[in-house]
């Protein structure tokens, strides 16, 4: 057994770090002592080094602790997973380190290779070696998965351009999509989740988007417009259930209801003249409001 401070001293990580891992349920202590000092043993260090691997990816510890305790988590593959992963992070980063050395000794590389889409289609190659199961139940086939890989091949730019402009960046893009394939079964129970209930999400949303236009002279940023707002927001946040969605989502919503013609054109058709001006600055008040954008 070791102490909190033992724990802390041997991993780097600190002892208010573990109090809190323990206060969110991530990480327990083994044991306590009488005088209630936490006390850790050899499987909780094990838990601890998988944390940190996680970390290492950049995920979030709601989604560790989603994805180590469900009764489905298997730590062998979990670190294969990882080591895949990190391989592919770390032949990026040496690319990168590469390019900055090459242009530190004064050379002309105007080389963007390193930003391209090669780790995200890399990631889904691996998923294809280890998920033969997984993706037969959710696509069908093998060959209705490759048939889908090659056409995201083929539009390479044009998801590189989409995932640039609602994830900020490929790298955030190529990290959400991983944190979903490690919970590939629960990323797909969520989307099935998601399709079976689309008909009643849009009944839900249009009577909401309905209430909120029902009179476009009232102020948009009002305590009872932002209300609806908020019942609007919930009902999108319950239906994604944790779906990555990007940093600029909120944006590219806004985006569509102040630029887009046929957006605007549609929402002023179902809901009203001047319902899309409306609609966009109802949003952005409770977007700004909770640092949404």
């Given at each position: ?99 900055i ?31 033969l199961?997984?993706?037969?139940t ?34 955030k ?9 490690m ?17 009643d ?22 305590a ?28 590219l919503?806004l ?16 809901y ?12 952005k008040t ?8």
């Amino acid at each position: 057994m070791m102490t909190i401070k033992q724990v802390s001293d041997l991993t780097g990580v600190s002892v208010r770090t573990l109090q809190y891992y323990d206060e969110i349920g991530l990480l327990k202590p083994s044991d306590t002592t009488a005088a209630g000092y936490r006390l850790y043993n050899k499987a909780s260090l094990e838990t601890l080094q998988q944390i940190l691997f996680f970390k290492e990816l950049d995920f979030p510890l709601k989604d560790i602790k989603a994805i180590m305790q469900n009764p489905q988590f298997d730590r062998l593959k979990a670190l294969r997973d990882q080591r895949k992963l990190i391989q592919a992070k770390a032949d990026r980063l040496g690319n990168l380190l590469g390019l900055i050395d090459r242009l530190l000794k004064g050379e002309e590389d105007m080389s963007f290779k390193e930003f391209d889409m090669t780790e995200y289609f890399s990631a889904l190659e691996d998923f294809k070696e280890t998920h033969l199961d997984e993706i037969v139940t959710y696509w069908g086939s093998m060959e209705k998965f490759d048939e889908m890989f090659e056409t995201m091949k083929e539009k390479e730019s044009e998801i590189g351009q989409l995932a640039i402009k609602q994830y900020g960046s490929i790298e955030k893009y190529t990290k959400a999509m991983k944190q979903n394939l490690m919970d590939f079964k629960g990323t797909m129970d969520r989307m099935n989740s998601l399709m079976d209930s689309s008909k009643d999400y849009v009944a839900k949303n249009t009577e909401l988007h309905k209430k909120l236009t029902s009179d476009r002279r009232k102020d948009p940023s009002s305590a009872e417009i932002q209300s609806i707002v908020k019942e609007l927001m919930d009902l999108m946040r319950d239906t994604l259930n944790g779906i990555d969605m990007g940093d600029n989502y909120w944006n590219l919503v806004l985006e569509g209801y102040t630029t887009d013609k046929a957006v605007r054109e549609a929402t002023d058709r179902i809901y009203g003249e001047g319902a899309s001006t409306f609609l966009a600055n109802a949003y952005k008040t409770y977007l700004e409001k909770h640092q949404l954008i």
